[in-house]
């Protein structure tokens, strides 16, 4: 049986009989597909229908209606037109000819963390801070950090990630709770006291079926022994575990990155403040620049000098000119000085794909590069799901998949839920995808993001009016960002007229005389409320700038708002000269 291949954006599984695109699946009668191979392998060709005949029935007699069904049920699924082909033309008195570009080169899915419940399982909780001084809040965070990230490197150990193992912070929860609620069969807590440069870190590994500690340990060493002593608990939790350490049995688990311990609390603090967003990403990013200021050599906190660059020119924080050069320098400097960075390869293919448009299959590379290195780390996970696979390839079952690994390695993440909902959307799976939205709600109260996506599906749904409650939560806690602004107006024109939604726009212009306002999301809120002329100029002045939500707002797959610009001939336009035609396909 043939290989997957695509036909333009079309996914085709020979196998299974299913060709996936634009949003929908179809499968196929065996025979059908195999006359699409046929055309496939001799693409840009003319195959008579004799040809066509001889390789699908071979020596079975059958009529040409038999190749004309074959052929209209294909121009049915592609949504071809016979009179103005972008498929399958009909040469007359020859057959036909598959014009559609065809891709052979499909790159294998990135490794699915290996998450079976037979084996071992742990849930590593926040350690807790018992410092007088509280900004050492961040440095026991980083330590719990650390830990699961070296337990994760174990083959045969089941570790939650982060952000449902952080989910419980700071709560008193019995552990068989905590242990059903993660399906774990371990736990591990502990705390973290600092003063000076003399550190204590306590840790008890809990079973949660009885409560019983399998293991406990107390470290009094210097500072300069953190990295050790991290990697000395990761240890003996696989030991007391009986877990061999397959392939990391002589090398360490915790790797420090830096020698500088200055760095690398500044390292970790940047990391803390990055998962708060919002105005949070700044006071980030001037702790990873303050960083590799001292440690010029620090891989992890260049991916996170990039990270910060390129989430805060997304989001339309600050403009991109500065931002995304800053964000590409960097991520290409972490790749340059680990290589075996999950985080690098990672920073460096959203900082691609957000700032360097004609590189989109560099960034492909650069995700699964980082999966492959670290199958567990879920925001590589989530940007390669939603951002590469939906909005900039078209993959959208594939991207729907790659988020549903996420969240079973997160279920507890108000982010990776959220995600996963955005994944549901473009496949019109809404009611699934609101149910998902608003657990991330539950999860995460204060997540913008999780707000945003409900606001979204509702609006998709025709529900208006509770669009419209979620909007107002979703631009109160976040000092009514655009993108929230932008769902709004189109809820009130499709509610009750274009009239309703210029009022918003009117705010955002007037916001633009005396702050950034990133252009593209401008053309959104222009288009709901029927500027045309307007929508066309915001949109060219996010080209010339280079705005990176161009590079996912104007996708053709984000169906939240496609429809309404592509409708437009001079859209249209912009989005070839993007070097984007395959949107267009």
């Known amino acids: 049986m043939s290989a997957d291949f695509r036909v333009a ?14 949003g929908t699946t179809a499968h196929l009668e065996p025979k059908v597909m195999e006359v699409l191979v046929c055309l496939a392998d001799h693409v840009g060709e003319a195959v008579s229908k004799e040809e066509l005949v001889q390789a699908v029935w071979r020596d079975t007699f059958v009529s040409d209606d038999a190749v004309k069904r074959c052929i209209f049920e294909l121009r049915r699924v592609f949504d071809d037109d016979v009179r103005e082909p972008r498929v399958i033309e009909t040469i007359p008195k020859r057959g036909y000819r598959l014009i559609a570009r065809v891709h052979r080169s499909i790159i294998p899915a990135p490794p699915a963390p290996n998450s079976s419940l037979t084996r071992d399982s742990i849930a590593v909780l926040p350690f807790v801070n018992i410092s007088t001084d509280p900004e050492n809040e961040f440095f026991a965070d980083g330590i719990t950090e650390e830990i699961i990230n070296a337990l994760a490197q174990i083959k045969d150990l089941h570790v939650v990630a982060r952000s449902s193992a952080f989910s419980f912070k700071g709560k008193h929860i019995d552990p068989r709770v905590i242990g059903e609620q993660l399906t774990v069969r371990t736990i591990l807590e502990g705390s973290v006291r600092r003063a000076g440069d003399h550190l204590r870190v306590t840790a008890q590994l809990i079973n949660v079926a009885d409560g019983f500690h399998l293991w406990s340990e107390r470290y009094d060493r210097e500072m300069t022994d953190v990295f050790s002593i991290q990697d000395e608990i990761a240890r003996s939790i696989a030991k007391r575990l009986k877990i061999t350490l397959e392939g990391v049995a002589d090398e360490a688990l915790v790797r420090a990155g830096t020698s500088n311990l200055d760095a690398y609390q500044l390292y970790l603090k940047g990391r803390a403040l990055v998962y708060r967003r919002g105005r949070a990403l700044r006071m980030a990013g001037d702790c990873f620049e303050q960083a590799v200021s001292l440690d010029p050599d620090y891989a992890l906190a260049w991916a996170g000098v990039a990270d910060v660059y390129t989430t805060i020119s997304f989001y339309g924080l600050a403009r991109p000119e500065a931002g995304m050069p800053k964000a590409l320098e960097a991520a290409r400097r972490a790749v340059t000085l680990n290589p075996a960075l999950a985080d690098a390869h990672t920073a460096f293919a959203i900082a691609l794909l957000a700032g360097a448009w004609d590189k989109v299959q560099e960034a492909e590379r650069e995700f699964l590069r980082a999966l492959e290195l670290n199958p567990r780390y879920i925001q590589a996970r989530c940007w390669y799901a939603f951002n590469y696979l939906q909005l900039s390839a078209g993959r959208l079952e594939e991207g729907v998949v790659q988020a549903k690994l ?38 995460d109260p204060e997540s913008f993001l999780a707000w945003l996506t409900v606001q ?68 959104v809120a222009a288009s709901a409320a029927g500027r045309q002329d307007e929508m066309i100029r915001h949109a060219n002045e996010a080209l010339e700038i280079r705005d990176p939500a161009c590079a996912f707002l104007f996708s053709r797959h984000f169906v939240l708002w496609a429809a309404r610009l592509y409708a437009s001939p001079g859209f249209r336009d912009i989005i070839g000269r993007m070097g984007r035609s395959e949107w267009l396909a």
């Open 456 to 523: 979204a599906v509702l609006y998709l749904e025709g529900k208006f009016e509770a669009s419209v409650a979620a909007g107002e939560t979703a631009l109160a806690m976040s000092g009514r960002h655009p993108w929230s602004l932008a769902i709004l107006a189109l809820a009130l024109a499709d509610w009750h007229g274009v009239a309703y939604a210029e009022p918003i726009y009117a705010e955002m212009l007037a916001r633009a005389c005396r702050q950034y306002m990133s252009p593209a999301i401008m053309a």
């Open 406 to 443: 996420a969240l079973e390695s997160d279920p507890l993440s108000g982010y990776a839920n959220a995600v996963y909902s955005e994944t549901c959307v473009a496949l019109g799976r809404y009611t699934e995808s609101i149910e998902v939205a608003r657990r991330a709600v539950e999860l």
């Open 9 to 22: 954006s079309w996914l085709v599984k020979p196998g299974l009989n299913v060709i996936s695109g634009k």
